[in-house]
C-alpha cells in the first residue's frame, strides 16, 4: 500500500479550477505539517501550501489567493483547491509531509516525505 495516494490532476484551460486530494494516514496525527509542493523539469521544488495540527495554514507567493488547503475527516486525507489556473501552474504536484508544525512560510517547510505526483497541465 502507498504512504501517499494522491489524485484529481489533469488538463485545464486557464481560469478553470482543480482539487487536488491526498491520502496519507501515516502522517495525518498533529505531529507533522501536511501540504503540497510542484515541480517542474530543470527547477527547484516550489511548496504551495501546507498546514498542520494546530490549524496553521501557509501558502506560497504564486498561488496565494487562488489556493485553499484544508484536512478530511479521515486521517491524513489533504486537499488542494486551485482557482483561477494559469499556465504557469502547470507542474507536477505532490502532496508531502514535514515532522513538527509548520512554518510561518510555505519555502520554509522541510517536506522529507512525498508521493507520486498527480500531473497538473493548464493550457491557454
Known amino acids: 500500500q502507498a504512504v501517499f495516494t494522491e489524485s484529481g490532476g489533469g488538463s485545464v484551460r486557464a481560469g478553470e479550477s482543480l482539487r487536488l486530494s491526498c491520502s496519507a494516514p501515516r502522517y495525518g496525527g498533529r505531529g507533522y505539517c501536511m501540504g503540497w509542493f510542484r515541480q517542474t523539469p530543470g527547477r527547484e521544488r516550489e511548496g504551495v501550501a501546507a498546514t498542520d495540527g494546530d490549524g496553521t495554514r501557509v501558502f506560497g507567493v504564486a498561488v496565494k489567493g487562488r489556493a485553499t488547503i484544508s484536512r478530511g475527516q479521515s486521517m491524513g486525507t489533504l486537499y488542494l483547491q486551485l482557482i483561477n489556473l494559469k499556465p504557469e501552474d502547470t507542474a507536477m504536484y505532490y502532496c508531502?509531509?514535514?515532522?513538527?508544525?509548520?512554518?510561518?512560510?510555505?519555502?520554509?517547510?522541510?517536506?522529507?516525505?512525498w508521493g507520486q505526483g498527480t500531473q497538473v497541465t493548464v493550457s491557454s
Open positions: 508531502a509531509a514535514a515532522p513538527g508544525f509548520c512554518p510561518p512560510f510555505v519555502e520554509s517547510v522541510e517536506f522529507s516525505y
